[in-house]
T-cell receptor
Framework: EAGVAQSPRYKIIEKRQSVAFWCNPI?????LYWYQQILGQGPKLLIQ????????DSQLPKDRFSAERLKGVDSTLKIQPAKLEDSAVYLC?????????????FGPGTRLTVL | GDSVTQMEGPVTLSEEACLTI???????????LFWYVQYPGEGLQLLLK?????DKGSNKGFEATYRKETTSFHLEKGSVQVSDSAVYFC????????????FGAGTRLFVKA
């Protein structure tokens, strides 16, 4: 079974530029999460989708971050414009109804450096 | 709100030493508890889980017991290997928190040969 795929793996941009990350969850997983993991910290949820609907985006900085999951499968997270404090690893995860709440499969992440 | 507190790292051990990584939690409900592991350059992987008091989760020689009376879920292994070097995250998911997963800050483990 293929895991959660993310691209790119690494991205370096200058502040005020825009960037987009892509995620393809495990086939059949209806729930998709985007997390921000700052160095030395645990992952922090940015947004959770159930199919193509948003379940929780309370911690998404909506003035600069946006995310979509148009067909209920893959998803894109965008930052526009980026700030220095956005430097982090962006993790995508997915889960299904068969799993415990809290039990998720993670992708390898995209490491973003904002200069 | 719900929270998870882990012991600070890094933890450095010699191969075959015993490991304990402390984790305590605060939750308004009755959460499920998890340990995730993150190897260098990879995403998090579920290591073990427990859903009710006195449950013991175990996997790959690691164990953790859900202690409701002390709100703890400490990770233990009797004999660590170099390949166990990673960052370990304690996490919870609680119905009263909308089943959002709350992660601790992580504890980095280095195992020397």
């Amino acid at each position: 079974e293929a895991g959660v795929a993310q691209s790119p793996r690494y991205k370096i941009i200058e502040k005020r530029q825009s960037v987009a990350f892509w995620c393809n969850p495990i086939s059949g997983h209806a729930t998709l999460y985007w997390y921000q993991q700052i160095l030395g910290q645990g992952p922090k949820l940015l947004i959770q989708f159930q199919n193509n609907g948003v379940v929780d985006d309370s911690q998404l900085p909506k003035d600069r971050f946006s995310a979509e999951r148009l067909k209920g499968v893959d998803s894109t997270l965008k930052i526009q414009p980026a700030k220095l404090e956005d430097s982090a690893v962006y993790l995508c995860a997915s889960s299904s109804r068969d799993l415990l709440p809290g039990e998720q499969f993670f992708g390898p992440g995209t490491r973003l450096t904002v200069l | 709100g719900d929270s998870v507190t882990q012991m600070e790292g890094p933890v450095t051990l010699s191969e075959e030493a015993c490991l304990t990584i402390n984790c305590t939690y605060t939750a308004t409900g009755y959460p499920s508890l998890f340990w995730y592991v993150q190897y260098p350059g990879e995403g998090l992987q579920l290591l073990l889980k427990a859903t009710k008091a006195d449950d013991k989760g175990s996997n790959k020689g690691f164990e953790a017991t859900y202690r409701k009376e002390t709100t703890s879920f400490h990770l233990e292994k009797g004999s660590v290997q170099v390949s166990d070097s990673a960052v370990y995250f304690c996490a919870l998911s609680d119905r009263t928190g909308g089943f959002k997963t709350i992660f601790g800050a992580g504890t980095r483990l280095f195992v020397k040969a």
